[in-house]
Every structure is written in structure tokens, then in C-alpha cells.
């Protein structure tokens, strides 16, 4: 039988300039167990249904032309492995994007499923950890805390292509709706 992967997204963000190198299409996945103290995400978290997109017609809604990649966050996104795959997927060989997956999971753990080692083959960058609030990253950089590690897996980046001018980015939408993303928040 064949049928359609569906991916539990929490949110999109069509174009940001803050998760990552360049402009970058973001997908939040919806569902994490780890519930780190101090996340910036906690809607995330829960394991509800919220929108469900196949990962090419995700692709295909929101990319806009001029974005370098496709950044992964959540939720976690090793929860929704065949989706993450497929997403990783399209990113690379539809639209020429680079991708960076954020997880909680260690590169150790990950490396040692082979479903999972299928997707860092289609994994640029992988920055691994969980956030821990007492080690919030003092830097641009861009991850949550010290802790968190930057995998290179192919030759795109350096871990100076993750310093960011800044830590928020405020999104206005034309219909005035306002999205805050980034690495910090704005109380």
C-alpha cells in the first residue's frame, strides 16, 4: 500500500533571516518530549493535531524564490521521522536548499538509527541538545545555549555562517499579524 506522509507542523515561517544562513524558509513540527526549562517554543510541545501538510505541498506553498534554505526546528522533528526525510528531501533535490535540522537528540544517538542516519544524509547541518536556560548562548550564534553542537555534514557552512545580526526578528505580516522568532524572546 502506498500512501501520502503527512507532517504535524506547528507553524511555517515563509522567509526569515534568523534560523540560519541567508534567507530561509522555517517549519516548526509540532510534539517534543523533551520540555526543556526555558524553551522559547513551548506551544510546540504537546502532541495535538495542529496542520497537517504533505512535505511537497508544504514546499510548495511557501517557497518564496531568493531564499537560500530550509531550517527545521519544532516540536522535535526526529518525532516525524518519514515526514522529515521526505521535507529534507524535496528541499534538496526540487528546490536547490540547503538544509539545518535543530533537535534535542544527540548526533551520537541519531547516527546510530539507521532511519535517522538516512535523513543527516540530507542534513547540511545538524545543531544538536537540548536547551539548558543556564547555559543561554551569550553570542550571536545561532542556537539556544552553549551546550548545543554544530554537526557540519557537508561542506556548505562554517560556524561563522551562524553568527546572526541579532537574536529576534519581528515578522509584520501585511495583514498586521506580528511573528517573533529567533533565539530569544521579547518579554
Do not use: W
Not at 35 to 63: E, M, R
Not at 93 to 115: C, H, I, K, N, Q
Not at 136 to 155: I, V, W
Not at 157 to 181: H, L, R, S
Amino acid at each position: 500500500m502506498n500512501y501520502e506522509v503527512i507532517i504535524n507542523v506547528h507553524s511555517i515561517i515563509p522567509v526569515s533571516c534568523i534560523n540560519g544562513p541567508g534567507k530561509r524558509m522555517v517549519v516548526f513540527f509540532q510534539g517534543c518530549n523533551n520540555k526543556c526549562p526555558g524553551c522559547f517554543n513551548p506551544d510546540t510541545h504537546a502532541f495535538v493535531k495542529k496542520t497537517g501538510y504533505s512535505p511537497k505541498s508544504l514546499i510548495g506553498k511557501y517557497f518564496r524564490a531568493g531564499i537560500e534554505g530550509l531550517t527545521v526546528s519544532g516540536g522535535e522533528p526526529f518525532y516525524q521521522r518519514r515526514g522529515l526525510l521526505q521535507l529534507l528531501i524535496s528541499a534538496r533535490e526540487d528546490y536547490g536548499l540547503s538544509t539545518v535540522v535543530y533537535t534535542g537528540f544527540s548526533y551520537e544517538r541519531l547516527s546510530a538509527s539507521p532511519p535517522a542516519r538516512a535523513i543527516l544524509k540530507y542534513t547540511d547541518v545538524l545543531v544538536d541538545g537540548r536547551f539548558e536556560i543556564a547555559g543561554k548562548e551569550p553570542t550571536m550564534l545561532a542556537r539556544g545555549s552553549t551546550n548545543q553542537r554544530f554537526h557540519f555534514l557537508s561542506d556548505k557552512y562554517t560556524e561563522a555562517d551562524f553568527v546572526m545580526d541579532g537574536k529576534i526578528e519581528m515578522i509584520i505580516a501585511p495583514d498586521g499579524t506580528i511573528t517573533q522568532t529567533g533565539f530569544s524572546k521579547v518579554a
